[in-house]
């Protein structure tokens, strides 16, 4: 079963120049009684040290491509090493068959004026977006917004899905995210269903490369090459664009987590049976084009995937769609 997206009508001007993203200033230190001035100075040294070495930590504890800070060291993190964690593999031949999930309903997800910055997270490639697009289905506990997508992959020449299917890892994973009744991101970690991703997988295709609304998105990638650096996305392309041949007639559903640090388990997971094929040059461009750090430092951001997860008694619910 196709997509099908309502068409918005009028179309947003084009993008705007890209807006760098400020640093602070450092506030300046206020003044102090003259009465024990250089205890009282040296302990709001070491004050701010200790708490700017914390910020440090707090933000580089985790990453994906070195043995002191990558996937196989996160079990000590947030949730990481709890018992319904995602990536999972998926064996079909051990799904629950669920007919009662129904069908997925998408809203909005072909509105362009929603689709509002792309950034590089020094983890993944993110976009976010205006909260106005929904998900609902019989299936759902309730109705889910879109917040933000982002995706996962290896290199241009090795695999990067985060789940597999039957052991079988296709070439990139995207991860399109949601929270229950537009809650926030963080109330929704803290919710058992506050968050809904839906998973695609995608796989590379050949053929004639022609302008579609993945050529445009990897067009921009040169934008944002560094971590932090993001670029205001102002009508050039629509999530409904990008998944136009998504197959979302049949799916997995299960419980589990957020893949990456803190990897809160309040998801849950829809994963699409059936990949998007997408073409070679558009995996090449995005598996070379964005870096965890600097360029200088040329950590290039690949291999951006969580190996799977025990799935530790939990269920995987399958639902397709009976066609006429």
Known sequence: MPLVFEVQKTLPKRSSSPRLQRQKEPRRAGTMGSVGFPLKLSACILFFLILENFCVTCDSHWCYDKPECGPSTWGTIGFCGGTRQSPINIDHKKVVHDSSLGPIYFNGYEDRKIVKQMKNTGYHLQITFHSKATISGPGLPAVYWLHSAHWHWGTQNTRGAEHTINGQRYAMEMHVVHTKNNMSLEDAKKDPEGLLVLAFFMRISQ????????????????????KDNFWDLNGEFSLGGLLKTADVSCYYRYSGS???????????????????????????????????????????????????????????????EIKN
Do not use: A
Not at 215 to 223: G, I, Q, R
Not at 270 to 296: A, W
Not at 303 to 315: I, S, T
């Open 207 to 226: 053929g004639v490369y022609y302008i579609t609304p993945w050529t445009t998105l990897v067009n921009l990638l040169d934008k944002i090459p560094e």
């Open 258 to 320: 957020l893949t990456s640090p803190n990897c809160e388990e309040s998801v849950i997971w829809i994963v699409f049976r059936e990949p998007i094929g997408v073409h070679s040059q558009v995996v090449e461009k995005m598996t070379n084009s964005l870096y965890f750090t600097t360029i200088q430092e040329n950590r290039r951001m690949q291999n951006n995937f969580r190996f799977v997860q025990p799935l530790n008694g939990r269920k995987v619910y399958y639902y397709q």
